[in-house]
């Protein structure tokens, strides 16, 4: 059995990316963030779909097209395959625990 707030370090200077598991077309990955955002020159661009849910902290996350959504603890979102983002910033104050579900 696991836990998916076991193993956090304490310090966290690159925001974590971790696989819990992964088959031919789905993927569920545990992120852990800190202070975090995305690169300032770029998006995700996957060709993949992402469900991805805000277990503790808060993210925000930005479109191209404009659109800025808040996630906080228990919110979630779908991005389709194919549409642009980035995260503008996790809690500073907190450590910010996502859960990502890539599919096809």
Known sequence: ???VFSDIPKSIPDEIFEDILSTGNI???R???DGHSSP???WYDQSEHEWVLVLKGQGIIEFEAGRICTLSEGDFINIEAGTKHKVLSTSPDEVTVWLAIFYS
């Open 1 to 3: 059995m696991n836990n």
């Open 40 to 42: 300032d020159v770029g």
């Open 31 to 33: 992120i852990v963030s």
């Open 27 to 29: 993927r569920i990955e």
